[in-house]
T-cell receptor, first 114, second 114 residues
């Protein structure tokens, strides 16, 4: 089955700096990719989703880059601010397959220091 | 206004006891899911349902049952709670299958089994 490895597990950057979180996956049939954000004590909310082969999506100060050749998905934060402090999870699903499920990465705890 | 509501928010249970976690959604979604979250792990799918009166096993169904009596309600049942089931449980709903659709999560239930 699909294996998703997310790195790093913890990341601390200063306000205004950039940050990068990366997920690698194993199933070459993976087609749908998601990033979820979980603020402290709160639930998960969708940050961004990517469906295409090689795609850059931008929004909310984040850029998502998908490289299907390398089976790598990255979330890039260009200028961190305190409100970005949260846990971030990637999620991957295959286009084919009988089971309707996502495989989540283990998460990255992002801390923005003033 | 929360569209996916979980109850209780937290619960302490004794080993061997029965625990029922409830989830109610007002999104008019067909799909509902139960995930568990453990420290240092991503979300893992326990059970899901795509229609009332039917449930499907996820990746870690052992020790759990699920019930979907209506489109709006989805319960997770631990018949004999064990220490290893201490975790945070999230319910989610989606319009279509999780492969391609955004998941809308509830606020979570923190379960402690003593």
């Amino acid at each position: 089955g699909e294996q998703v490895e997310q790195r790093p597990p913890h990341l601390s950057v200063r306000e205004g700096d950039s940050a990068v979180i990366t997920c690698t996956y194993t199933d070459p049939n993976s087609y749908y990719f998601f990033w979820y954000k979980q603020e402290p004590g709160a639930s998960l909310q969708l940050l961004m989703k990517v469906f295409s082969s090689t795609e850059i999506n931008e929004g909310q100060g984040f850029t998502v880059l998908l490289n299907k050749k390398d089976k790598r998905l990255s979330l890039n934060l260009t200028a961190a601010h305190p409100g970005d402090s949260a846990a971030y999870f990637c999620a991957v699903s295959a286009y084919t397959g009988g089971a309707d499920r996502l495989t989540f990465g283990k998460g990255t705890q992002l801390i923005i220091q003033p | 206004e929360a569209a996916v509501t979980q109850s209780p928010r937290s619960k302490v249970a004794v080993t061997g006891g029965k625990v029922t976690l409830s989830c109610h959604q007002t999104n008019n979604h067909d799909y509902m899911y139960w995930y568990r979250q453990d420290t240092g792990h991503g979300l893992r799918l326990i059970h899901y349902s795509y229609v009332a009166d039917s449930t499907e096993k996820g990746d870690i169904p052992d020790g759990y049952k699920a019930s979907r009596p209506s489109q709006e309600n989805f319960s997770l049942i631990l018949e004999l709670a064990s220490l290893s089931q201490t975790a945070v449980y999230f319910c989610a709903s989606s319009d279509g299958g999780a492969k391609a659709e955004t998941l809308y999560f509830g606020s979570g239930t923190r379960l402690t089994v003593l």
